[in-house]
């Protein structure tokens, strides 16, 4: 069983859904999921760091974005010290949308392989400035005033700058892309889909509402995020099935007609492309003990 944390237990009860925390002499942390998004900074010491994209073996500077429903673990650790920053994945259409309008932002948080899990190495002197913020992002219970509010958007602008412009790991660039922006129409497109997942789109649909060519739209989309319209759809679809899978007992056809699978067999064909397993084995590794309804 897959130990999972739920938006509760980590971001604010009021407010921008971001939080942090700095954890200190970690030791073996076993495999678990979250239905929100976590971005984990290695600030000290080293550790074997498992995802679905595979195992290594880390020291400071390294962090990963993991995606809701996305798993990891920590084991053989000496002297870690990790800060993990727990977003909400509404902060990213809202308070930080500006970061979703770049290339080097948009391919931070939506890898554009199945099962690939963005991994970057942040440069000392970069790591120094993003240590330094998270130091001052409010805690979890504080109050909801409006400038604790703005320090807490501010602080993750902030990191998330410095994130997206380290290189990926094994590559030999400085940015993880060539461009500084998307091009706007299909950062529409992506606000779009994003809005409204459980609508039925096809790429016919989403040139017409962009004023685009099919074959320019699905051109420009995929060069901006590695993936085709449709795929980026797909994925956000998965991803919304996992929370709930996580997070709840409503049957699993009931989920998928919820974000526009209505057909069990599609669904479980193209959550399986995703996560790597069925909607039924995800929620039996990932949710606590429970009566499931049948699916």
Not at 233 to 254: C, W, Y
Request: with cysteine; charged share 20%.
């Amino acid at each position: 069983m897959v130990a999972r944390y739920r938006r509760q237990e980590a971001l604010p009860e009021s407010g921008p859904a971001i939080g942090a925390e700095l954890m200190d002499g970690l030791e073996t942390v076993p495999a678990h999921s979250h239905d929100f998004i976590e971005i984990v900074l290695v600030a000290d010491g080293r550790a074997w760091h498992e995802t679905r994209s595979g195992g290594r073996t880390v020291r400071r500077g390294y962090c990963a974005v993991l995606r809701p429903g996305e798993w990891h673990s920590w084991s053989h650790c000496h002297d870690l010290q990790v800060w993990n920053v727990y977003v909400g994945p509404e902060v990213f259409r809202h308070e930080v949308g500006w970061l979703r309008d770049t290339e080097p932002g948009s391919r931070l948080i939506t890898p554009p392989l199945p099962g690939r899990v963005t991994e970057r190495l942040v440069h000392e002197t970069a790591l120094a400035r993003v240590v330094h913020w998270l130091g001052a992002m409010p805690p979890r219970h504080a109050p909801a005033q409006v400038d604790i509010a703005a320090r807490r958007v501010g602080v993750l602008s902030a990191v998330l700058g410095e994130i997206a412009a380290a290189p990926d790991l094994g590559t030999t660039t400085s940015q993880p892309s060539t461009g500084a922006h998307l091009n706007p129409t299909i950062a529409a497109a992506i606000r779009l889909l994003e809005s409204d997942v459980s609508h039925p789109w096809t790429v016919a649909e989403l040139a017409e509402r962009t004023h685009l060519s099919t074959a320019h739209l699905t051109r420009l989309f995929s060069h901006a995020t590695g993936m085709a319209p449709i795929t980026y759809l797909a994925r956000l679809r998965a991803e919304h099935v996992a929370a709930d899978l996580i997070d709840g007992a409503d049957p699993i056809s009931e989920i998928g007609r919820r974000y526009g699978w209505a057909d069990p067999n599609y669904l479980s064909r193209r959550f399986r492309h995703f996560f790597g397993v069925s909607p039924r084995v995800f929620r039996n590794r990932y949710s606590t003990p429970r009566d499931h309804p049948p699916a």
